[in-house]
């Protein structure tokens, strides 16, 4: 049997490519480009942080602000456990309601329940764009239901104003 290393060494393959020249002075000028194109980017970085603009109003004819995306969310009590409210899974008689609540800004809202007790006043907070459980005194807000019928929780930035998309949310639950 031959030796490997002999076989190998007169195995011959064809000779490699030779190199490509180099064309000297035809190369392209990157620095300014990327000097322009980070500059660019540095320029429109800059506006997306200038703050936004305020609404002024005149004579106090709406002190709400304009256009206002505001989110409601809630949570029930159930034998010592918290279940996300859904219209699928009707709310009883005794159970307990947590709220948590965001907006696309900084603003001051009221919570109210319409119910077949009438409407009253849940809380008072300051809804932002990090979503807050809203509070009462030194602990969780909450609302317990004493009759059956339907609730409608409206979260907005004006009370004595009718609920629009831009002032208000509101969530309809039915309780048994």
């Known amino acids: 049997m031959p030796d490997i290393d002999a076989l190998l060494r007169r195995l ?7 190199r490509a020249p180099r064309i000297p002075g035809r190369s392209f000028p990157w620095r300014p480009v990327l000097a322009m194109a980070a500059g660019v980017a540095v320029a429109i970085g800059g506006i997306s942080l200038l703050p936004e603009p305020e609404v002024l109003t005149r004579g106090g004819e709406d002190t709400a602000p304009a256009g206002v995306f505001l989110d409601l969310r809630m949570v029930v009590e159930r034998n010592g456990q ?8 009707p709310c009883r008689v005794g159970e307990r309601l947590f709220f948590r609540i965001a907006a696309d800004r900084q603003v001051p809202v009221v ?17 932002s764009p990090s979503a807050t459980d809203v509070r009462s005194g030194s602990g969780l807000a909450a609302y317990v239901f004493d009759r059956p019928g339907t609730y ?21 639950l039915e309780v048994q």
């Open 12 to 18: 011959q393959g064809p000779p490699p490519p030779p």
């Open 82 to 89: 918290a279940y996300r409210v859904s219209r699928h899974a």
């Open 111 to 127: 919570l109210l329940v319409e119910g077949p007790g009438g409407r009253e006043e849940v809380a008072r907070a300051v809804a």
């Open 152 to 172: 409608t929780f409206v979260l907005t930035t004006d009370p004595s104003r009718a609920c629009t998309p831009g002032n208000c949310t509101r969530e309809i």
